[in-house]
């Protein structure tokens, strides 16, 4: 959607673009970060506005709620924090704004995603910076305060200034729009309100085409014992949304991703998977890694086990549990020396020494480990038992 501009609006931006040229030269800006001011300005202007992102239903104001939210402890996980802005949680829907028709707040904000996103990853705690005075939710009047504030070099008070135990946390993850070739005051105001300094800070930014724009050296400015990070996260604007690998990506080049969480059963998963059976006969002995499955339980209840084990055929030594083992939910053995069978016609453990047909009836419990060599030669009485 092309933005129209009010003719009032449109003067005011042509003199603060003015006086950008004049007080930044784009000589100032990295060309990777801003690719020049005025496509900085159309951007916040056009871009910023066009995206389809920004038209969807607008959200209700946010603004008094806890700004301190997460999965975890304060300070676990090493202290890592999620401090963001975005509009989204910092503007109310005010009456006669059609969503439709006038450009307008989205709800999630961008920020607010990849802020989610990078808890998900790192456990760490989110912060919302939010102002006491949202923000309109129409885009032509939220630029205008915006502008102002950015003219008055103001400080908009934050619902919450600070943060509960800063101390806690080492590392910091500071995430703001692009808001008129720089940051949204109440940027500041939360930089000046927590001191950030000998934390490392990661920055992630989302935004127009104006890309980060003169963004990392106001925030270097306003935090300059902070350790920011040149490894910053930015995305345009309507590529926020599909972000969500990158961001894990971002966060685990940082070596910062928690380890993931392991599910009771994938914890039980992993202990059977890990269970091991010798089979000892005299001084032989082979060691089974036993599979998760039913019949493997069944045969792991029975142990320790003394019994006689038998030759059958040129490849295989048996032995009969005394209970059958359940074979539903068991895999098909297939493979060849040094796997653990059942077969269920017989109700016979089978430890196999050569290659085999694999059939419907033949089950897999597990495979050696070590002392495959051994089976062939083993006769007479056997042990089995679980290896501690
Ligand atoms: C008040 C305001 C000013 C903006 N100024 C710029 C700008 O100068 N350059 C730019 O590239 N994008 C600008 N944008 C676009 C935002 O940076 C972009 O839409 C961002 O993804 C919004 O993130 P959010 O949804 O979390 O607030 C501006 C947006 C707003 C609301």
């Given at each position: 959607?092309?933005?129209?501009?009010?003719p009032?609006l449109?003067?005011?931006?042509?003199?603060?673009?003015?006086?950008?040229?004049?007080a930044?030269p784009?000589?100032?800006?990295?060309?990777?970060?801003?690719?020049s001011?005025?496509?900085?300005?159309?951007?916040?202007?056009?871009?910023?506005?066009?995206s389809?992102?920004?038209?969807?239903?607008p959200?209700e104001?946010?603004?008094?709620?806890?700004?301190l939210?997460?999965?975890?402890e304060?300070?676990?996980?090493?202290?890592?924090?999620?401090?963001?802005?975005?509009w989204?949680?910092?503007?109310?829907?005010?009456e006669?704004?059609?969503?439709?028709?006038?450009?307008s707040?989205s709800?999630?904000?961008?920020?607010?995603?990849?802020?989610?996103?990078?808890?998900?990853?790192?456990?760490?705690?989110?912060?919302?910076i939010?102002?006491?005075?949202p923000?309109?939710?129409?885009?032509?009047a939220?630029l205008e305060?915006?502008?102002e504030?950015?003219?008055?070099?103001?400080?908009?008070a934050?619902?919450?200034p600070?943060?509960?135990?800063l101390?806690?946390?080492?590392?910091?993850?500071?995430?703001?729009?692009?808001?008129?070739?720089?940051?949204?005051?109440?940027?500041?105001t939360?930089?000046?309100?927590?001191?950030?300094?000998?934390?490392?800070?990661?920055l992630?930014?989302?935004?127009?085409?104006?890309?980060?724009?003169?963004?990392?050296?106001?925030?270097?400015?306003a935090?300059?014992?902070?350790?920011?990070?040149d490894?910053i996260?930015?995305?345009?604007e309507?590529?926020?949304?599909?972000?969500q690998?990158?961001i894990?990506a971002?966060?685990?080049?940082?070596?910062?991703?928690q380890?993931?969480?392991?599910?009771?059963?994938?914890?039980?998963?992993?202990?059977?998977?890990s269970?091991?059976v010798?089979?000892?006969?005299?001084?032989?002995q082979?060691?089974?890694?036993?599979?998760d499955?039913?019949?493997?339980?069944?045969?792991?209840?029975?142990?320790?086990?003394?019994?006689?084990?038998?030759?059958?055929?040129?490849?295989?030594?048996?032995?009969?549990?005394?209970?059958?083992l359940?074979?539903?939910?068991?895999?098909?053995?297939?493979?060849?020396?040094?796997?653990l069978a059942?077969?269920?016609?017989?109700g016979?453990?089978?430890?196999?020494?050569d290659s085999?047909s694999?059939?419907?009836s033949?089950?897999?419990?597990?495979?050696a480990?070590?002392?495959?060599?051994?089976?062939?030669?083993?006769?007479?009485?056997?042990?089995?038992?679980?290896?501690?």
């Amino acid at each position: 959607m092309k933005k129209l501009l009010t003719p009032l609006l449109a003067l005011a931006l042509a003199i603060v673009f003015a006086a950008c040229q004049a007080a930044e030269p784009s000589s100032s800006v990295p060309s990777s970060l801003a690719p020049s001011e005025s496509s900085q300005l159309s951007s916040a202007v056009e871009e910023g506005a066009a995206s389809s992102s920004q038209l969807a239903e607008p959200s209700e104001a946010p603004a008094g709620s806890s700004a301190l939210e997460g999965s975890s402890e304060t300070g676990e996980n090493g202290g890592v924090l999620i401090a963001y802005f975005s509009w989204a949680e910092n503007a109310v829907l005010e009456e006669g704004v059609d969503a439709m028709t006038s450009p307008s707040v989205s709800d999630p904000g961008n920020v607010q995603q990849l802020a989610g996103w990078i808890q998900e990853e790192t456990g760490g705690e989110l912060f919302s910076i939010q102002v006491t005075d949202p923000y309109p939710s129409d885009w032509d009047a939220c630029l205008e305060r915006a502008n102002e504030e950015r003219g008055q070099n103001a400080r908009p008070a934050l619902v919450e200034p600070q943060v509960e135990n800063l101390d806690s946390y080492d590392t910091v993850f500071l995430g703001y729009p692009n808001w008129w070739y720089g940051v949204p005051m109440a940027l500041l105001t939360f930089l000046e309100e927590n001191d950030l300094s000998g934390k490392d800070v990661y920055l992630f930014c989302s935004h127009g085409t104006g890309g980060m724009a003169r963004s990392v050296e106001i925030i270097t400015e306003a935090a300059p014992e902070a350790n920011i990070s040149d490894n910053i996260f930015d995305c345009y604007e309507e590529d926020a949304p599909a972000s969500q690998g990158d961001i894990q990506a971002w966060v685990a080049e940082l070596g910062l991703s928690q380890p993931q969480e392991t599910t009771s059963s994938e914890t039980e998963e992993n202990d059977m998977e890990s269970t091991q059976v010798a089979v000892t006969c005299g001084d032989l002995q082979v060691v089974y890694a036993l599979n998760d499955s039913p019949a493997a339980q069944g045969l792991l209840s029975q142990l320790p086990l003394t019994v006689e084990v038998e030759d059958f055929s040129t490849n295989e030594k048996v032995f009969y549990p005394p209970q059958e083992l359940d074979a539903s939910d068991t895999p098909l053995a297939e493979g060849g020396a040094g796997t653990l069978a059942y077969y269920a016609p017989w109700g016979d453990v089978v430890l196999f020494y050569d290659s085999f047909s694999a059939n419907s009836s033949l089950f897999e419990l597990g495979e050696a480990v070590s002392g495959a060599e051994n089976i062939g030669q083993m006769s007479g009485t056997i042990t089995v038992e679980t290896v501690e």
